[in-house]
């Protein structure tokens, strides 16, 4: 079962602010990468993209299967689409002046990473076909296999994900994934750790690790930091944690290591209940807003397409200029 588009009325209604409201065929952003074959599509009107392009509301961005696309939005939102991705541009309203905007994000299939713009960062849910996702100030690859299974690698910030029936998990952990399912959310783990692994290769789920974007080119992990789980390995100890000559000194080393793991789970604690509030708060404010303004983007847009995966593309990359 699809989702539906879930809209999110905008605060500056309140204020009597005027919406950059997009219609069918405004540019809302631009092409800033295009590998081998990317294309746009506007009822029965496709053409060929090149750097530079603008990308329009109600487009469908499809990218071959060894190509590769990147896109900037007008509020700075940054996407990469990979190898058999596509991407529907459906509705798009944006206002500089506070900020303000809502984006919905649709993954049907394919592999994409998402960094978030200046737009209000309670705007930002990204769907796959069995879950929603809110960000906060974040960056994450995800890879949205043919059967609606999904796994997002955090990278940077923090999301939530529910899924259809209500189940939700806070992934705050960058460096680890998690494996969103029709009726539950994995809890996160290394990738040597993920289940199903074994069905497709870390490079075709997760190719901007491998090769960060264009518009992101430092990347925060490489590959062999997810890949062999190296990221958050302890580095030298530092003298007053050096290894014990005696007992009472290995007591007091214990002690010490219980009372930091207990901090860093108060703290962890911690951040879940504020984000819990925080989220409680934005939805009360949501619903106080008088109905209005929308915006949405659409990867697939819930339509039915032939083709196109979310594996790695073969054979050397070529830029469309």
Not at 21 to 27: E, F, I, L, W
Not at 59 to 85: C, F, M, N, Q, Y
Request: charged fraction near 30%.
């Amino acid at each position: 079962m699809r989702l539906s588009t879930l809209v999110l009325c905008l605060p500056a209604l309140l204020l009597g602010s005027a919406q950059a409201d997009a219609a069918p065929g405004d540019a809302i952003g631009s092409a800033v990468l295009v590998v081998n074959l990317v294309t746009a599509k506007l009822e029965n009107d496709q053409r060929r993209l090149t750097i530079g392009d603008d990308v329009r509301q109600q487009e469908l961005i499809e990218v071959d299967d060894d190509g590769r696309g990147e896109l900037v939005l007008r509020d700075k939102t940054k996407l990469a689409l990979g190898p058999g991705s596509r991407l529907l541009l459906d509705q798009f309203v944006y206002n500089p002046d506070i900020s303000g905007g809502a984006i919905v994000l649709d993954l049907v299939r394919g592999t994409f990473r998402f960094i978030t713009g200046i737009a209000a960062k309670p705007a930002y849910v990204i769907r796959t076909p069995t879950a929603s996702i809110t960000v906060r100030g974040t960056m994450f690859d995800v890879y949205v296999q043919a059967s609606g299974q999904a796994w997002l690698l955090l990278i940077e910030g923090a999301i939530e994900v529910c899924t259809e029936n209500g189940k939700c998990l806070l992934h705050d952990e960058p460096g680890k994934l998690i494996r969103i399912g029709s009726e539950k959310v994995d809890k996160p783990v290394k990738w040597a750790s993920l289940s199903d692994k074994e069905q497709v290769p870390f490079d075709s789920a997760f190719p901007f690790v491998t090769t960060a974007p264009d518009f992101d080119p430092d990347p925060i992990f490489s590959r062999d930091d997810i890949v062999l789980g190296t990221f958050d390995k302890p580095g030298k100890q530092d003298d007053d944690e050096a290894k014990p000559d005696d007992d009472d000194d290995g007591q007091k080393a214990k002690d010490t290591k219980r009372h930091k793991k207990k901090a860093k789970a108060h703290k962890r604690r911690s951040r879940k209940a504020k984000h819990r509030r925080r989220r409680k708060k934005d939805q009360a404010n949501i619903n106080k807003i008088i109905k209005g303004l929308s915006i949405g983007i659409t990867i697939g847009g819930g339509k039915k397409h032939h083709g196109g995966g979310g594996g790695g593309g073969g054979g050397k990359y070529n830029r469309t200029k």
